[in-house]
């Protein structure tokens, strides 16, 4: 079974920063890509950024020039690199990774992290 395991939630003050980190275990060949989604009360889980094996990245315009995706090949990690926060980012953040295994793909969830950016 693979897991996904994320750290670094917790309180911000507006403008202030965070950095979440996801890493994977279990039995696999590879993680082609990464990302990490976020979910809001009473909202749908909506992409944040997403990374590739390569390192090419995609982010959602309401992260971009905030957020930085990064990933660590090595570790099977991935972390979000969260700057200029403000209240509307406050939400639970989930890593996803793609995990290739004896030719087969599957997608696996974390089990989120709360962000909470308040003064």
């Known amino acids: 079974q693979v897991q996904l395991v994320e750290s670094g939630g917790g309180l911000a003050q507006p403008g202030g920063s965070l950095r979440l980190s996801c890493a994977a275990s279990?039995?696999?060949?590879?993680?082609?890509?990464m990302a990490w989604y976020r979910q809001a009360p009473g909202k749908q889980r909506e992409l944040v950024a997403t990374?590739?094996?390569?390192?090419?990245?995609r982010y959602a315009d309401f992260v971009k020039g905030r957020f930085t995706i990064s990933r660590d090949n090595p570790k099977n990690a991935v972390a979000l690199q969260m700057d200029s926060l403000t209240p509307e980012d406050t939400a639970v953040y989930y890593c996803?990774?793609?995990?290739?295994?004896?030719?087969?793909?599957?997608?696996?969830w974390g089990q989120g992290t709360q962000v909470t950016v308040s003064s």
């Open positions: 990374v590739t094996s390569g390192g090419s990245t």
């Open positions: 996803w990774g793609l995990v290739e295994d004896r030719g087969l793909q599957r997608g696996f």
């Open positions: 279990g039995s696999f060949s590879s993680i082609n890509t």
